[in-house]
């Protein structure tokens, strides 16, 4: 396979002159910022946030090769991992002209972003056993087919796509093959972060909202070949992670064992909750999980989602979704909430 990032980031970003920010332009020492037209009287809070952000993260990624393993000119921090989605659409996709190719059901946002960006979204729905299907996926590839989008474990299904399917995918798709790993803390599976020197191809996408507990910071990460990450670095918004966020995560990244006790209570619970849910009438199949909710096909979905809403628990209706239809997707809470909702449902049941 032929790949070469160059011939996939779109014209105008590879003559991009980038934001210079004051930061950026000023190396040393100094005692007095007259550069960015700050506030130097301070902020009405009790902490100052007066000062630019570090644009580069740089400390927060030191931080992210320490637990990784993966060096910083490799990793992208974006607000969110939305907003890596976004990027990569950005840098590669000509608007009107190229594609991508996504496999539902799966997370919203490729789809949504494609449109914003008003780039072809070619749809590889995948298997009945919720696996990629490789036979129709290389038939929808073209000379102008960017990137291939997988997510894994997925999201609603919640299984982990086959390794060596993706690793198919990888091997023969000259494009970018973005893996979103959201989930990837909660599963049985080797995540493919290491695999970055192996496959130039790839991008592995990450994030703080989910078994690290930090969805309101809004930190996605993005690992993969220098290349790939220096063409995002050149089209972000210069200071597109705050401060505060930056502090706060910095912290709780010297808490990795706080959050892989999360993870085992979080699994634990998971594998209760599936087997207490099995048991229940209207429940006619759980999904196996490798993340942190599961998908449930019961009877009446919607009448059930009602039933639920009434006693103030919000779960996801996808049994409009296809290959969901008649699903749930229920997230795995704390243990009284779970306790909640598979009472609520041995409720609903008992009073048909
Ligand atoms: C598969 C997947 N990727 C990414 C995200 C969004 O992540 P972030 O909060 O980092 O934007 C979600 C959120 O539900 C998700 O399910």
Known sequence: ???????????????????????????????????????????????WYNRYPDPHQQKIKEKLTAIKGVPSKNIFLGNGSDECIDLLFRAFCNPGKDNVIICPPTYGMYEVSAHINDVELRKVPLLDNFQLDLVHLETRVD??????????????????????????????????????EAYINFSRHRSFIQELSEYPNLVVLQTLSKAWGLAGLRLGMAFAGEEIISICNKIKPPYNIGQATQ????????????????????????????????????????????ANFLLLKVRNARDVYAALLSKGIV????????????CLRITVGSPAENTALVNSLKDYGTAL
């Open 315 to 326: 779960v996801r209706d996808r049994s409009n979704v296809q290959l969901c239809e008649g």
């Open 247 to 290: 502090e706060i995560v910095l912290n709780a990244l010297d808490h990795v064992e706080d959050v892989n006790e999360m993870i085992r209570v979080l699994v634990r619970e998971r594998d209760l909750m599936a087997k207490q849910l099995s048991l229940i009438d209207v429940v006619e199949q759980v999904y196996p999980s490798d």
């Open 143 to 180: 000379d102008f087919t960017k990137i291939i989008w997988l997510c894994s474990p997925n999201n609603p299904t919640a299984n982990s796509l086959s390794r060596e399917d993706i690793e198919i995918v990888l091997n023969n798709f000259p494009g970018i093959v973005v893996i979103d």
């Open 1 to 47: 396979m032929n790949f070469n990032v160059n011939d996939l980031v779109r014209e105008n970003v590879k003559r991009l002159l980038p934001y210079s920010s004051a930061r950026d332009e000023f190396s040393g020492e100094a005692k007095i910022f007259l550069d960015a037209n700050e506030n130097s009287l301070g902020s009405p809070t009790t902490k």
